[in-house]
């Protein structure tokens, strides 16, 4: 009895049955995702510690002569425009001033598994810095000209 009942449905054409399974699958793969996100973000507890590159010039420090200590101060570097180096958007940039990326001269010296850590525990997904810190070897030199031959041939950062 009941498989006419069903096979008379059928018929009918009364696929309605169909519809709430796709948004009741949907909903579901929805708050899958949303859990998923939420345990990577809770479990990314790699803290970066912010690059310290070694002084250009070593500083003497005072001797025991007099009783008053000598204070060195040391030149602020003023942090560059990051977002020229094709690849680096907005929240790219932030994450790595934040990280104590300030100069292209930084970034060039950073292996781009350690510029791809910075922006994962920034929570900035940026899938290929490759060519990052060769971009920022030609800007910290200056020359422009080589920079934007080689973003030319770049797309979205990646060699094309």
Do not use: C, H
Not at 5 to 11: E, L, N, P, S, T
């Amino acid at each position: 009895m009941v498989f006419k009942r069903w096979v008379f449905a059928a018929g009918k054409k009364d696929r309605s049955w169909f519809w709430w399974g796709i948004n009741i699958g949907v909903l579901i793969a929805l708050g899958l995702w949303w859990w998923l996100d939420r345990q990577s973000k809770a479990n990314a507890t790699v803290k970066v510690q912010p690059l310290v590159l070694p002084p250009d010039e070593e500083f003497e420090t005072p001797g025991e002569q007099g009783s008053t200590s000598q204070v060195v101060e040391a030149a602020v570097e003023e942090p560059d425009d990051l977002k020229i180096i094709e690849g680096i958007g907005p929240r790219s940039a932030q994450a790595l001033l934040e990280a104590g990326v300030l100069t292209f001269k930084t970034l060039a010296a950073m292996e781009a598994d350690a510029i791809q850590a910075v922006l994962r525990a920034a929570g900035v997904r940026v899938p290929y810095p490759e060519t990052w810190p060769e971009q920022a070897t030609l800007a910290a030199a200056g020359d422009w000209d080589a920079l934007k031959e080689l973003q030319g041939s770049l797309k979205g950062g990646r060699r094309a």
